[in-house]
């Protein structure tokens, strides 16, 4: 299961054999013989003479490269005005792209356009810089480093349960996604600075945070970035979100360069004392520094409060499960000493979040640039090509996952062989897997159970509701509301 932090992190090449199951070599070497076979071209999607397919990327946003490669057996070809794309959504196709055959498939436009944000950290630096920038920061992702963040979480989820029952003896609903969104951007923040933050300032950085992600999803789309693949220069907002993070994460940031300490353990502080072992000038320190927390204060609210946010709504539209739930986490408990001791006694709570990211992943795909002319699977794929990894076409391949769109947290099963093999890919896959996966599942994890220890919920309104297609990450596309039960006192 995800949890198996030396099964899902391969970080060098020399491990990223890791991140695929023998079932997987076997398909590939299978896939390997079928390469040998006539070369062709990707079935293309038929559109207008001049535009290409926009209109079918207007109408069905992120979700559409994914539906054209499902409706052609894992890949196919269109275009967008005068660019040319490859989108894939089957395993093994994915595979070789991000594993097998990564070194002639760069990192695209989405990467340059993310780098406005994020700077230059783990998302958008490649290659000999990426290695050592990855071998930095990971001491202070280890197992044995993640529980002064699980306490945080803890504490974000704790304060979020104390307002939740103020909100049920008042029977007054409760906005879900947005509670959830600002408790878990409270969480990041302590676990990232060591600093406790108010529901207020939560807010304003999960505000901050989603107005990023929203620009750079707009910067993606411009004319420049489809006809020439260029990206447009950051504009007076642009500047303005970054200048809000930036002084933000400066001040924490120079004060503990100044020896100043606040008495909490933070990934701040673990990475300072990483850094300092390398012998890193301050001025390179406070860039690593800077750019790394800018890059998970975005990215790591967004797919995590997301994740929190659909399992929450699955939960309450499906009753069978939530009672299954609710009896596996009032067996466990969850202590301040250590929060992640009794998390592997979650197997069915955990099933819930892994089936909640393949059925609404928050990140509808990942961007490559093919660097020479490649074959794959008897396809030719043309150097200059977008290849479009399609993580929402891959979570509703029918061959792998049966009746894709329904949400069934049961067909997940203990070590399944899906979770390792490009089957699911929330967090990545291959070497470039995030680095704070078994961090966010962990706060996952404690904050889904925490939740269901203490409540049972209902949806004010049963409404179906669908995920934002439009845009960079897919959330709901509409806030809903619970009405709350305490299940016991608040300890």
């Given amino acids: 299961m995800p949890l198996d932090d030396a099964e899902r992190r391969p970080i060098s090449d020399e491990t990223c054999a890791a991140s695929q199951s023998p079932n997987a070599e076997a398909r590939d070497e299978q896939s390997g013989h079928a390469m040998q076979r006539k070369v062709r071209k990707p079935p293309r999607v038929p559109g207008h003479w001049l535009f290409g397919q926009i209109g079918g990327w207007k109408k069905r946003g992120a979700y559409f490269p994914g539906e054209a490669a499902n409706a052609n057996g894992g890949i196919a070809a269109f275009r967008l005005l005068n660019r040319n794309f490859v989108s894939l959504s089957k395993p093994a196709y994915v595979r070789h792209v991000m594993v097998t055959a990564r070194s002639i498939y760069s990192r695209g436009l989405q990467h340059r356009a993310a780098s406005l944000f994020l700077g230059d950290s783990l998302g958008t630096i490649e290659g000999e810089e990426w290695r050592r920038r990855r071998q930095t920061l990971m001491p202070a992702f280890r197992k044995n480093a993640l529980v002064d963040p699980s306490r945080a979480t803890l504490w974000a989820v704790e304060d979020l349960c104390r307002y939740w029952e103020t909100a049920a003896a008042a029977n007054r609903p409760v906005r879900v996604a947005r509670d959830t969104?600002?408790?878990?951007?409270?969480?990041?923040?302590r676990k990232l600075i060591g600093e406790e933050t108010s529901v207020k300032d939560g807010g304003v950085m999960a505000d901050t945070a989603a107005?990023?992600?929203?620009?750079?999803?707009?910067?993606?789309?411009?004319?420049?970035?489809l006809l020439f693949n260029r990206m447009p220069k950051p504009d007076r907002k642009v500047r303005a979100v970054r200048s809000r993070i930036d002084t933000f994460i400066h001040g924490a940031v120079d004060a503990r360069l100044a020896g100043k300490s606040i008495g909490k353990s933070s990934f701040l502080e673990n990475v300072l004392a990483e850094t300092n072992k390398l012998g890193l000038s301050e001025e390179q320190v406070r860039y690593v520094l800077s750019n790394e927390l800018s890059a998970m204060i975005i990215l790591g609210y967004e797919t995590t409060a997301h994740a929190l946010t659909w399992s929450l709504y699955h939960l309450a539209r499906n009753p069978d499960v939530a009672e299954e739930f609710r009896a596996e986490v009032d067996r466990v408990s969850i202590d301040w000493s250590d929060p992640n001791a009794n998390l592997c006694a979650l197997p069915f709570t955990e099933a819930i979040l892994v089936e909640s990211m393949r059925r609404n992943p928050s990140v509808p795909g990942m961007a490559r640039v093919a660097l020479q002319d490649d074959v794959l699977d008897g396809y030719q794929i043309r150097r200059g090509?977008?290849?479009?990894?399609?993580?929402?076409?891959?979570?509703h391949y029918e061959p792998v996952w049966p009746d894709p769109f329904r949400w069934n947290p049961r067909r997940i099963k203990p070590n399944d062989v899906r979770l390792?093999?490009?089957?699911?890919?929330?967090?990545g896959y291959g070497p470039k897997l995030c680095i704070a996966y078994t961090m966010s599942m962990c706060a996952l994890l404690i904050m889904l159970a925490t939740i269901g220890q203490r409540f049972r919920f209902e949806l004010v309104d049963d409404a179906e509701i669908e995920p934002e297609i439009h845009a960079a990450t897919a959330g709901p596309e509409r806030d809903f509301q619970f009405r709350l039960f305490p299940r016991r006192q608040y300890r």
């Fill in 181 to 189: 969104n600002v408790a878990v951007a409270r969480a990041n923040l």
């Fill in 211 to 225: 107005e990023a992600v929203k620009m750079f999803h707009k910067h993606t789309k411009t004319l420049p970035a």
């Fill in 385 to 395: 090509t977008s290849v479009l990894v399609s993580i929402v076409g891959t979570h």
């Fill in 420 to 427: 390792k093999d490009g089957s699911w890919l929330p967090f």
